[in-house]
């Protein structure tokens, strides 16, 4: 969480922050901040709020102009989200200039010694504990920066990715990374670097960038080669320059009114996208190279361990049931939070696989770390290319889906589950689990999804029409069966953090052991009732759901009959092989729960106290 951006070079440093601020919101926007320097005086603005509350604010306070500057967008851990806690943090003398995602672990026993040394704090931050050990050791050791910043780090624990800058040393902006990401664009003949959480704040700029490894930190200096070095054995590294391959229209909002929005949109061709150069079906098979290569490691698996968060996790429930059912491989699907704290027992005939959108979640990254000790093959499915997941997993399948901006996830969902029914059915095949004719069925159900999405879009205005009856609602239980009980789950995360209504979901069947006590006429439940799974029982509890005068949305199959007598509102989606139905159901709820919000007026790509990366635990 927590987004940090800087600029040194030749432009205007004001607007490159700004923007690059703007971009980098969705990891936290409980305050911004920046600092520039215009040549003589530190300029420096920070307050509680959005980037666009931190733009009025610096029109007035500060001077704008400068080369060189560094920015903030906070995701509160130590100290209320308020102005004082707000980054950038200045050292005790006023020379030295901080930016910081993470969390200093040992800030409180640092704070206490740099007090006995006459240091002060203005605010409760553990940041500003560290630019001033950074300050301390500089002095002390009559050091520069960027030797003062390689000891500080070695006397810390936990979490960072910062950039500092010297008042002293104006030309320079020292950067660190462990454990959160930091990126460094690559202007041309090194006349301009960009420094940022990741490449978004630079894209228009730059296509050359080197994404800092953990323990790694950067002197950059303008018009001269980055130096990349180890913060512990002060080693240089190869600073490998890698092409990056965003660009701009895949981070603006293409004329929807969110990227929610926008990105329920784009769901047809991200999972086209997905599949691409994977799902051959005319040659009837499927390509993943990180599953080639590892064939045997998945054969002999003895079982399969998913460990996730959040949506990605429910991704996981839902692989969780096509893994055994067409590969027959036994599956556990594990919160990373609990699963990297429990001692598990894993063996080296584990199979591990990790989900994350991000591929920063700490949780995720340090079950990976955990299952990696104990001798599991480890296997990432992430979105973001060249995140800390995706590095630290042993071999892994990219989703494919495109930068997802809006906090909550919509087709990061339907695309992890792509990729994981495309890895369960190329283990079936090897493993003779599936016939040969069922492999080339479900080849060809899967390739036509994307279509199917398309045609269910529609219903976005129908869908709109139901949300218009249940903005004022309180409650919502969503149900659903067999692989859409994780879809039910996802419905009801889904409306509870962009429209703040508390839902929660449930196996249809588990209804009766306690929640149908809620049910009277005020409670909307969503029922997920697709024509192939579990219908007529699912039928029985809708109506159970009716006879205590429950008002029912139903998710049907198209040309239902019997739901739509019962229900107070049915939403139709294409038939399709129930494997593949979340694909499918899961739109309406992702459309539902926006109409929702919008009504509510909530925000809906930045829901209070979210941030889409979770980088701290
Ligand atoms: C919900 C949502 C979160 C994330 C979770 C894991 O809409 O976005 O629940 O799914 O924080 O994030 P990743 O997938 O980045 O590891």
């Not at 500060?62 to 050292?91: E, F, K, M, Q, Y």
């Not at 890698?242 to 990105?263: D, P, T, V």
């Not at 893994?323 to 429990?342: G, H, K, M, N, T």
């Not at 038939?575 to 729960?593: G, H, K, M, N, R």
Request: hydrophobic fraction near 40%; include cysteine.
């Amino acid at each position: 969480m927590c987004g940090i951006t800087g600029y040194i070079g030749f432009r205007e440093a004001y607007p490159v922050i700004i923007n690059g601020l703007q971009r980098l919101e969705y990891r936290g926007y409980d305050s911004a901040g920046i600092m520039l320097y215009d040549g003589n005086q530190i300029q420096l603005a920070k307050t509680k709020g959005k980037v666009s509350n931190l733009v009025e604010i610096a029109k007035s306070d500060i001077s704008t102009s400068g080369v060189v500057g560094i920015g903030h967008t906070r995701w509160a851990t130590h100290g209320v989200p308020n102005d004082v806690n707000s980054h950038p943090h200045l050292s005790q003398s006023g020379n030295l200039v901080i930016v910081h995602n993470g969390i200093i672990e040992n800030y409180d026993a640092i704070k206490k010694e740099l007090i006995t040394r006459g240091y002060t704090f203005k605010s409760d931050t553990d940041t500003e504990v560290l630019v001033n050990l950074i300050e301390e050791i500089k002095t002390k050791e009559n050091v520069k920066l960027g030797k003062a910043v390689q000891i500080a780090l070695n006397q810390v624990v936990g979490a960072y990715a910062i950039a500092v800058f010297d008042k002293e040393k104006p030309d320079e902006i020292v950067v660190a990374k462990l454990g959160s990401p930091i990126a460094i664009g690559v202007g041309k003949d090194f006349k301009e670097f960009f420094i940022a959480s990741d490449a978004s704040p630079f894209i228009e700029y730059t296509k050359d960038a080197i994404y800092l490894e953990d323990e790694e930190m950067a002197i950059i200096k303008k018009g001269r080669e980055v130096n990349v070095r180890k913060i512990k054995s002060d080693k240089l590294v190869d600073s490998n320059i890698q092409e990056l391959q965003l660009n701009l229209e895949q981070i603006e909002k293409g004329g929807y009114e969110h990227f929610m929005l926008k990105e329920i949109h784009e769901q047809p061709r991200a999972i086209t996208d997905t599949f691409r150069g994977r799902l051959l079906r005319d040659e009837g098979i499927i390509k993943m190279a990180g599953v080639e290569d590892n064939m045997k490691k998945f054969l002999n698996a003895n079982r399969i361990i998913i460990v996730a968060c959040g949506t990605s996790w429910h991704a996981g429930l839902v692989a969780e049931y096509i893994f055994e059912e067409f590969a027959r491989i036994p599956v556990e699907v594990e919160y990373a939070s609990e699963f990297r704290y429990r001692n598990p027992v894993i063996t080296e005939k584990d199979v591990v696989i990790a989900i994350s959108q991000s591929g920063e979640t700490a949780d995720t990254l340090a079950a990976i770390k955990l299952a990696k000790k104990r001798g599991a093959f480890v296997f990432g499915v992430c979105n973001v290319v060249g995140s800390s997941i995706a590095r630290e997993t042993h071999a892994g399948a990219y989703t494919h889906a495109g930068p997802e901006i809006g906090v909550a996830s919509t087709k990061a969902f339907t695309t992890q589950i792509t990729v994981l029914s495309l890895m369960a059915l190329r283990l079936a095949r090897a493993k003779g689990t599936m016939s040969s004719s069922d492999y080339r069925m479900h080849l060809q159900e899967l390739e036509l999804i994307p279509r199917k999405v398309e045609q269910l879009l529609n219903v976005d205005g129908h869908v709109k029409e139901i949300a218009k009856e249940y903005l004022l609602s309180t409650n919502c239980l969503y149900l659903g069966r067999g692989y859409n009980f994780p879809v039910a789950l996802e419905g009801a995360l889904k409306l509870k953090e962009i429209s703040y209504i508390h839902a929660e979901g449930y196996p249809a069947a588990e209804m009766k052991h306690g929640p149908i006590a809620l049910i009277d006429d005020r409670m909307p439940v969503i029922v997920i009732a697709t024509s192939k799974g579990h219908y007529e029982k699912v039928v029985s509890n809708i109506q159970e759901i009716k006879s205590r005068k429950g008002k029912i949305i139903a998710v049907v199959t198209e040309g239902d009959t019997t739901v739509k007598e019962i229900a107070d509102h049915t939403i139709e989606i294409p038939e399709v092989e129930e494997a593949f139905s979340p694909l499918l159901t899961t739109i309406p709820l992702q459309l539902l729960s926006y109409h929702i919000a919008v009504m509510r007026n909530c925000n809906v790509d930045q829901p209070r106290n979210l941030a889409k990366s979770v980088t701290v635990e």
